[in-house]
């Protein structure tokens, strides 16, 4: 009897497709494993969801599997589950969906379980020989003490910075040799844990917290509000203790790569356990490797940006969002699936705590732990003796400004940087200057793809787009009048480092933005180098905000404040609290007072004003009251619906067709079709359509009902669109 089988595949169509299971394939395949099957002129790799007796095409329709690539289902149910239930949730195919769950590796057909490892070692010629023979090759001297210190896999070998000629000149000398042996599972550290340092002593605060986290069992979801520098961390660390003596793992999410160095040895100084890293910065094959060890739980700790959501773990104990409310964990690309929200329905789905963290928790878990959803913990002190931070506003209207930096901002940073201290300065715009101008005519250097203006690259000799890419060297001659007279308006990061470099040539700069980290290791070197206090003006954009600990910055000065007041955008007010606080948090964190100031034309802010003289805390729960006034979310629920195209009519048409179909009645609103805040980008006009709902199984219900009429839009094909489902970016 022929045996069939559904097939989920990474392709847009939210549908599986059915294949024959030859004869020559036994046993049969299981939900969950992986095959190789012909998909048009190509082979695709996709998963099976389910086995079957029948199919309902034509014979001469069905094509049969062409290899199974496993024994056994890739993921535990619970993780199954979890992408089924996104996949419906974001309107997607189930394959999208799973793609996203499994490791790049897996995806293009690589071994789940690896059978050997590649170990280096010293020999015992290499052991007996000087190093001093080794003064002209660096690189080799290097790759030597490395070794020295005891055996390394060809993992950790490859995610080091040394150099692989070195290698294989040492490898000649036959002072290194490599070893492959067969891999045994290692889950030693379940029987007793070890601990590398004695844990702090925890605050009144902070003890009550983790005593509250320790009591709970089962799954809970509990928001833990606690003030810049009031322990969080430390409360993780204690809270893990307990999970890791029980045997369980623990999966820790963080925002940004930025993060994980100094979040990976906080962790790894406190437990002698494994610890396994999954970002984006690291080899599809070192993913590979730390999602395998999660799965076998050898690595009791998981720690990871976005994507690391999905991994598996043998023994599940509790997950950990820090910095909750950070944009970064809602993708923007492809499926637009929100970390947090699919980390709260994992946990449920697993059984299993879930800890929500963050100095500015945002509006929608807020509101959950309001509401009762979710528990509530706070930390209101900051750990340690840390004090309160002196805050400031220096107003700048009339005031003249040496590149971007009012006098008053000047002279506090020469009292600082005079006492031997550091200076942080928040700019979010990296680049020379914003702008190129004609000081003849006064024409703006457009792109010509986009409505933006090219960022002016100094050091690199260019101008270029940050929203398409769109890139040109630095023009001689103004393209509206050819006058030669070409300056740069405004100021990014890199014209700021260069001014403050002329202004305090005692004290050195360091800029950290995405132009000076996209070399591998570079932000863990600059990173580094301030803690050691090589540098003292540190100047940044946000990736600078987010959760680093330096103890000598005693100021921090926020230079344009004003472009985050004024946004199309409704949750500008909310981005703009949280990155003000943030920032504010990063002063003052050891035992020095610490200041912060903020250049505004607009003194007199009402949003400014509220943020400083109540804090986040209140701020946030006023926003939540208007949220709900104006019946935006997380008071009533968002879909977007974005469509772009060559013509603007055609994607003005498509989603005025989109609206039709659409509910409109007391629980239901539809806003649009619009232009985008940014009209054109990469030579298509973008249109954007809103549709709210008061409740969320009325969204779902009402879009599942819409979603195969739009699809069938003659207009669908003339235009690309996406739907965002709880957008968190209306740009």
């Known amino acids: 009897m022929p045996l069939f089988v559904e097939v989920a ?10 294949y024959k299971v030859p004869e020559s394939i036994t046993p049969a395949p299981q939900r969950g494993t992986r095959v190789k099957v012909p998909f048009g002129r190509q082979q695709l790799i996709g998963l099976v969801t389910q086995t079957t007796d029948n199919c309902n095409l034509a014979p ?18 619970s993780l199954y589950k979890l992408t089924a239930w996104a996949a419906r949730y974001y309107f997607c195919s189930l394959g999208q969906m799973l793609s996203q769950a499994i490791p790049v590796a897996l995806r293009k057909g690589a071994q789940v379980s690896a059978e050997t490892t590649v170990y280096w070692t010293v020999t015992a010629a290499g052991k007996e020989a000087s190093l001093d023979t080794l003064k002209r090759a660096h690189a080799q001297k290097k790759v030597m ?7 390394v896999t060809q993992d950790e070998l490859n995610s080091s910075e040394l150099s692989k000629s070195a290698v294989k000149a040492l490898q000649d000398k036959a002072w290194i040799e490599k070893t492959e042996r067969v891999n045994q599972i290692d889950l030693s550290w379940r029987d007793g844990l070890d601990l590398g340092e004695d844990p702090l002593t925890l605050n009144p605060e902070q003890a009550i917290a983790v005593a509250t986290l320790n009591q709970q069992s089962g799954y809970n979801t509990t928001l833990l509000e606690g003030i810049t520098g009031s322990g969080k961390t430390e409360v993780y660390l204690a ?15 963080v925002p940004e790569i930025g993060l ?33 060890q999660a799965r076998t739980g050898e690595a009791a700790i998981i720690i990871g940006t976005r994507s690391a959501l999905f991994t598996p773990m043998a023994f599940p104990g509790a997950i950990i969002l820090d910095e909750e409310h950070d944009a970064s964990f809602k993708q923007q690309e492809g499926v637009g699936y929100h970390a947090r929200d699919l980390a709260v329905m994992r946990g449920h789905l697993e059984h299993i705590p879930v800890i929500l963290g963050s100095a500015t928790p945002s509006l929608e878990t807020l509101q959950n732990a309001l509401s009762g959803r979710y528990k509530h913990l706070s930390l209101g002190q900051r750990a340690g003796n840390a004090e309160k931070v002196r805050q400031g506003i220096i107003d700048i209207s009339n005031q003249p400004l040496k590149t971007g930096l009012s006098h008053a901002l000047i002279n506090e940073m020469r009292i600082h940087l005079d006492a031997g201290n550091q200076v942080l300065l928040f700019l979010n715009r990296r680049g020379f200057a914003p702008a190129l101008l004609c000081h003849e005519c006064g024409h703006l250097h457009e792109c010509d793809r986009c409505d933006a203006f090219f960022t002016v690259h100094q050091a690199l000799g260019e101008i270029r787009c940050h929203h398409c890419g769109n890139q040109y060297a630095i023009p001689r001659q103004c393209h509206n009048c050819g006058s030669t007279m070409l300056m740069g308006q405004g100021v990014g990061t890199e014209q700021l480092a260069d001014a403050l470099e002329k202004e305090f040539p005692k004290h050195p700069v360091v800029r950290i933005d995405r132009d000076t980290t996209s070399r591998k290791g570079a932000l863990e070197g600059h990173l580094n180098a301030i803690h050691k206090g090589e540098y003292k003006i540190l100047v940044g954009t946000q990736m600078l905000a987010k959760g680093h600990h330096f103890p000598d910055v005693t100021l921090v000065g926020l230079l344009d404040v004003d472009g985050a007041l004024f946004s199309a955008d409704f949750r500008a007010p909310e981005r703009f609290g949280q990155l003000y606080t943030q920032v504010s948090g990063r002063a003052g964190r050891a035992r020095k007072p610490g200041t912060v100031l903020m250049q505004t034309h607009q003194a007199d802010n009402a949003i400014l004003r509220e943020l400083m003289h109540k804090g986040y805390g209140e701020f946030a729960r006023g926003q939540l009251n208007e949220r709900q006034q104006a019946l935006l979310p997380p008071a009533w629920n968002m879909m977007l619906l974005r469509a772009e195209a060559h013509l603007a009519q055609d994607a003005d048409n498509f989603l ?11 629980d239901c609103e539809v806003i649009g079709p619009m232009p985008a805040p940014m009209d054109r980008k990469a030579g298509k006009y973008r249109r954007q359509l809103m549709f709210q709902t008061k409740s969320r199984s009325m969204m779902q219900q009402a879009f599942e009902h819409a979603l195969p009429s739009i699809e069938a839009l003659p207009l669908a094909k003339r235009c690309r669109w996406s739907l965002d489902r709880d957008p968190q970016d209306l740009l």
């Open 145 to 151: 003490e490395y070794l020295l210190k005891g055996e």
């Open 656 to 666: 005025s067709q989109v609206a039709e179909l659409l509910p409109q009645n007391d």
């Open 260 to 292: 994980t160095p100094q979040t990976i040895s906080r962790f790894k100084s406190r437990f002698n356990v494994k610890v396994a890293v999954i970002h984006s910065g690291l080899t599809d094959n070192q993913r590979l490797a730390a999602w395998r």
């Open 239 to 253: 809270l893990l203790e307990s999970i890791l003596k029980q045997g369980k793992q623990a999966l820790i999410l």
């Open 9 to 18: 595949l990474p392709v847009p169509m939210r549908q599986n497709f059915s």
């Open 60 to 77: 001469n329709q069905i094509k049969s599997i062409i290899e199974l690539l496993d024994d056994s289902p890739l993921l535990p149910d």
